[in-house]
C-alpha cells in the first residue's frame, strides 16, 4: 500500500470537488449569508444542528459568530443544538431520538429565527423533524446536504436556501461543508459590518 498515493489523491479528490462545486454553491451561500445577517441584525438567531461530523460542524459554526471569525466584532447570536448532553439525552430517553432538535428549536426558536439543518445524506430524521419544527415556529432553514439533498431537499420551502454539496462520499460532503461554513461566516462578517 501506498500511504503516500493514497494521502495525494485525497488532497486532489477534494480540491477537484470544490473547485466543481463552486459555481454551483456560491449562489445558495451567499442567499443563506444574506437571510443570517438579516435575522441577526434583527435582534434573531441562528439556531445548528446535525449528528457526529455534522454536529461538529454545527458548533464550530456557532463558535465563530458568538467568538469571533476572522475580523473584530460583537458576538452574534447562535446556538449549537448538539451541545447539551443533559437535554440531548432526556429527551432521547423520554421521547424519541429523532426529537433531540425538534424540541428544542420549539422551545428556544422563534419567527424570524434561521435554523442551520446540516445532514450529509439529507436523511436524517432527527435534523428532518427539526426543519419542520423550524417551519411551524416560522423560521427559514438553511440546509447543508450531499448526495442529491435526500428528504431534506422535498421538506425545503421557497423561502429557505438548500446547500447541496454535488457528492456522494461523505469526508468529501464534510470537507466541502466546513469551507462552506466559513463562506457563511466570513459573508456575514461582512454584510454586518459593511465590509466591500
Known amino acids: ?13 477534494s480540491a477537484r470537488l470544490k473547485m466543481d462545486a463552486m459555481d454551483a454553491l456560491a ?28 454536529a461538529a460542524d454545527a458548533q464550530h459554526f456557532s463558535s465563530e459568530l458568538i467568538n469571533r471569525f476572522e475580523m473584530e466584532r ?21 421521547y424519541d431520538f429523532s426529537q433531540i432538535f425538534s424540541k428544542q428549536v420549539t422551545a428556544l ?5 434561521v435554523l442551520l439543518a446540516i445532514s450529509t445524506s439529507g436523511n436524517s430524521r432527527n435534523v428532518i423533524e427539526a426543519i419542520r419544527a423550524a417551519h411551524a415556529r416560522d423560521m427559514r432553514v ?40 466559513h463562506c457563511l461566516c466570513d459573508g456575514i462578517d461582512c454584510l454586518i459590518l459593511g465590509v466591500e
Do not use: Y
Open 1 to 13: 500500500m501506498d500511504l503516500i498515493a493514497r494521502i495525494s489523491e485525497h488532497f486532489g479528490d
Open 27 to 54: 449562489v445558495p451561500i451567499a442567499l443563506a449569508a444574506e437571510h443570517m445577517s438579516e435575522c441577526l441584525l434583527a435582534d434573531g438567531k441562528i439556531l445548528s444542528c446535525g449528528n457526529g461530523g455534522s
Open 74 to 94: 460583537p458576538g452574534l447570536a447562535a446556538i449549537a443544538l448538539s451541545t447539551d448532553s443533559s437535554t440531548l439525552t432526556s429527551i432521547a430517553n423520554d
Open 109 to 113: 426558536g422563534h419567527a424570524g429565527d
Open 142 to 181: 438553511v440546509a447543508l446536504t450531499g448526495n442529491g439533498g435526500g428528504q431534506i431537499d422535498e421538506l425545503l420551502r421557497d423561502d429557505d436556501v438548500h446547500i447541496c454539496v454535488p457528492a456522494t462520499s461523505t469526508a468529501r460532503i464534510q470537507e466541502v461543508h466546513l469551507l462552506t461554513i
